[in-house]
């Protein structure tokens, strides 16, 4: 009788370490991780930064092995050919590296304004973002609305002043434009050493010394002097007289005018740590890097329908933000990238999944070591990892160890160009709807059917989707189709608390109501107008332009 009593009690007290250390294994894990985005306005030099990242953090060997895979500003054409090489952008969707022992991982955004969306949605996915500004250009339109989306989520922004060795506008302007049109404190880091031809290198404000560089052919700079005294002759015979008292001018006024670093501030997304420099060039980029890893946040809690989840809960739990089809024409599969934000994820273990009510098993996912891909074991708080799948999983889907969550801010936005569906070739109906069907669970487009004679509705925030697919729907579903235009510029989503009066309007303005995925009833609004005149017409009736009603971001 004892000896039962004792063996259970030592069970017991096995089972309470074994748990222990899961737990305290996770919480190493967690403070180990740098999850984050680099984002720009098109051009300012995502690709550049992101992939001295990668050969500082020893995950690529040459320059160029990133730029391969960047889409293109504004050639539909360019597009194409990238979406050709599917097989390489899946893997720079996240770009893992293990850099002293800090797991980073990057997540990749689309460069392109046509593709907002997926970034936005990217950006549910990060600790934190690296946002460049062009030196010359200042704050552009994209970088903007990306700071909007940052601003809602309170994500910690740091910015990085790119291609100073061009001819750009003056840093203390440049500074006050950034607060002026982001809205945040810039807390400068560093400070260029001269600019244009005569951009020499950067100062430390932190540490107090200055590193001046020269370009070398693989791709990183060589440092030709690193010094904290002001006095080294070295310093002005590189530099210059002139360029150097300009230098401490400029410095002394920033450290008068500008806040001085908080990392509370940095970390509620109210103060951003900015730094100069040259992505070309490498100038000033190992001060972000550094610096960037000591002070950027690792994973924090998560939002869900029914409360926090902390990264540290002993419960595995993570959400699909991204889903990538057809990765090989041929066999017609599916990659969804999944964030982890609680607990421990295991190969093969059967995971729930919360909208469907239903378990799934992993039994190749798979892990993003610099630009190559590797099936996984485990995966952490904060990593992201692609998981092989047949059309189960959607974005915004939560898979959780049996708890009923729904990790919310994964929207989708209003579209504001909306073209009907049109056939070419009736013998390939099928394939047609089911190449619409999974391009829209991509999160390419919205799709929208109106019950009238079964119209398919595409709607999107950009023209450029269009062409992708009606280029996809031909070369992976071997169907063809045209888009016809309708005249509508807004598609609101439309609940109400009153169903009696959420059927009236469905009745009373049928042909501009049309239904998503999830059978939940839109309206089309043929101008900004109209829209108000049918909100006032329908108090009762509430109008949505993120299909997240109940969860507000
Ligand atoms: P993006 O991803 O934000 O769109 O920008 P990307 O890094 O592709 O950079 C856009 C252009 O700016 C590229 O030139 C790139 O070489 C250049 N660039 C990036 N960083 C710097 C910098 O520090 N200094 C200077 N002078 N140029 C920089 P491109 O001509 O469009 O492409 P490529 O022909 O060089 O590949």
């Given at each position: 009788?004892?000896?039962?009593?004792?063996?259970?009690?030592?069970?017991?007290?096995?089972?309470?370490?074994?748990v222990?250390?899961?737990?305290m294994?996770?919480?190493?894990?967690?403070?180990?991780?740098?999850?984050?985005?680099?984002?720009?306005?098109?051009?300012?030099?995502?690709?550049?930064?992101?992939?001295?990242?990668?050969?500082?953090?020893?995950?690529?060997?040459v320059?160029?092995?990133?730029?391969?895979?960047?889409?293109?500003?504004?050639?539909?054409?360019?597009?194409?050919?990238?979406?050709?090489?599917?097989g390489?952008?899946?893997?720079?969707?996240?770009?893992?590296?293990?850099?002293?022992?800090?797991?980073i991982?990057?997540?990749?955004?689309?460069?392109?304004?046509?593709?907002?969306?997926?970034?936005?949605?990217?950006?549910?996915?990060?600790?934190?973002?690296?946002?460049?500004?062009?030196?010359?250009?200042?704050?552009?339109?994209?970088?903007?609305?990306?700071?909007e989306?940052?601003?809602?989520?309170?994500?910690?922004?740091?910015?990085?002043?790119?291609?100073m060795?061009?001819?750009?506008k003056?840093?203390?302007?440049?500074?006050?434009?950034?607060?002026?049109e982001?809205?945040?404190?810039?807390?400068?880091?560093?400070?260029?050493?001269?600019?244009?031809?005569?951009?020499k290198g950067?100062?430390?404000?932190?540490?107090g010394?200055?590193?001046?560089y020269?370009?070398?052919?693989?791709?990183?700079s060589?440092?030709?002097?690193?010094?904290?005294?002001k006095?080294?002759?070295?310093?002005?015979?590189?530099?210059?007289?002139?360029?150097?008292?300009?230098l401490?001018?400029?410095?002394?006024?920033?450290?008068?005018?500008?806040?001085?670093?908080?990392k509370?501030?940095?970390?509620?997304g109210?103060?951003?740590?900015v730094?100069?420099?040259?992505?070309?060039?490498?100038?000033?980029?190992?001060?972000?890097?550094?610096?960037?890893?000591?002070?950027?946040p690792?994973p924090?809690?998560?939002?869900?329908?029914?409360?926090?989840?902390?990264?540290?809960?002993?419960?595995?739990?993570?959400?699909?933000?991204?889903?990538?089809a057809?990765?090989?024409?041929?066999?017609?599969?599916?990659?969804?990238?999944?964030?982890v934000?609680?607990?421990?994820f295991?190969?093969?273990k059967?995971?729930?999944?919360?909208?469907?009510?239903?378990k799934?098993?992993?039994?190749?996912?798979?892990?993003?070591?610099?630009?190559?891909?590797?099936?996984?074991?485990?995966?952490f708080?904060?990593?992201?990892?692609?998981?092989y799948?047949?059309?189960?999983?959607?974005?915004?889907?939560?898979?959780?160890e049996?708890?009923?969550?729904?990790?919310?801010?994964i929207?989708?936005?209003?579209?504001e160009?909306?073209?009907?569906?049109?056939?070419?070739?009736?013998?390939?109906?099928?394939?047609?709807?089911?190449?619409?069907?999974?391009?829209?669970?991509?999160g390419?487009?919205?799709?929208?059917?109106?019950?009238?004679?079964?119209?398919?509705?595409?709607?999107?925030?950009?023209?450029?989707?269009?062409?992708?697919?009606?280029?996809?729907l031909?070369?992976?579903?071997?169907?063809?189709?045209d888009?016809?235009?309708?005249?509508?510029?807004?598609?609101?989503?439309?609940?109400?608390?009153?169903?009696?009066?959420?059927?009236?309007?469905?009745?009373?303005?049928?042909?501009?109501?049309?239904?998503?995925?999830?059978?939940?009833?839109v309206?089309?609004?043929?101008?900004?107008?109209?829209?108000?005149?049918?909100?006032?017409?329908?108090?009762?009736?509430?109008?949505?332009?993120?299909?997240?009603?109940?969860?507000?971001?």
């Open positions: 009788m004892f000896k039962v009593h004792f063996k259970s009690v030592a069970k017991v007290i096995l089972f309470l370490r074994a222990k250390v899961d737990i294994d996770i919480k190493k894990e967690i403070n180990r991780r740098r999850t984050f985005a680099i984002i720009s306005h098109p051009d300012a030099g995502k690709t550049t930064l992101t992939e001295k990242f990668l050969l500082l953090g020893g995950a690529i060997q320059a160029g092995a990133v730029k391969n895979n960047k889409i293109r500003k504004t050639a539909t054409s360019d597009f194409i050919e990238i979406e050709k090489q599917r390489i952008s899946v893997a720079t969707s996240v770009m893992t590296l293990d850099y002293k022992g800090v797991m991982n990057i997540l990749d955004t689309p460069g392109h304004k046509d593709f907002a969306e997926d970034t936005y949605r990217t950006l549910t996915a990060v600790d934190s973002v690296i946002l460049v500004v062009d030196s010359a250009k200042g704050v552009e339109e994209q970088t903007r609305k990306l700071m989306v940052c601003r809602m989520r309170a994500t910690p922004v740091m910015i990085f002043i790119n291609k060795d061009r001819v750009g003056d840093p203390l302007d440049l500074l006050e434009e950034l607060e002026d982001l809205k945040i404190a810039a807390c400068p880091f560093t400070w260029p050493v001269g600019s244009g031809d005569r951009f950067v100062y430390n404000l932190e540490a010394n200055i590193q001046l020269r370009p070398n052919k693989t791709g990183l060589e440092a030709i002097l690193d010094t904290a005294s006095e080294d002759q070295r310093l002005k015979s590189i530099v210059g007289e002139d360029n150097l008292s300009k401490w001018e400029e410095v002394a006024l920033a450290k008068d005018l500008f806040e001085p670093f908080n509370d501030l940095y970390r509620e109210y103060l951003a740590p730094f100069f420099g040259s992505a070309l060039n490498n100038f000033g980029i190992p001060e972000l890097f550094e610096t960037f890893i000591n002070i950027a690792y924090s809690e998560t939002k869900t329908n029914n409360g926090l989840v902390r990264p540290g809960d002993p419960e595995f739990s993570g959400f699909v933000f991204k889903i990538h057809n990765l090989n024409p041929n066999h017609r599969n599916r990659m969804a990238f999944l964030r934000c609680s607990g421990k295991e190969r093969n059967m995971y729930y999944h919360t909208r469907m009510s239903k799934i098993r992993f039994s190749a996912p798979a892990s993003f070591m610099g630009n190559s891909k590797s099936t996984v074991e485990e995966a708080p904060g990593d992201v990892i692609g998981l799948d047949n059309g189960t999983l959607k974005i915004g889907d939560t898979l959780t049996g708890k009923e969550i729904q990790f919310t801010g929207p989708s936005f209003s579209p160009i909306l073209k009907e569906v049109i056939n070419k070739d009736p013998l390939k109906t099928k394939q047609l709807e089911k190449g619409v069907r999974q391009l829209t669970d991509e390419l487009a919205q799709l929208f059917t109106q019950q009238q004679g079964n119209k398919k509705i595409i709607g999107t925030v950009g023209e450029l989707q269009f062409d992708v697919i009606k280029f996809r031909e070369h992976e579903y071997g169907a063809r189709c888009f016809k235009t309708l005249p509508y510029v807004k598609a609101c989503w439309l609940t109400s608390s009153n169903k009696q009066k959420l059927d009236e309007i469905i009745k009373r303005r049928e042909s501009t109501i049309a239904f998503d995925k999830s059978d939940i009833p309206y089309l609004a043929e101008s900004e107008w109209m829209l108000k005149i049918v909100k006032e017409a329908h108090p009762e009736v509430e109008f949505h332009t993120t299909s997240e009603f109940s969860n507000a971001v």
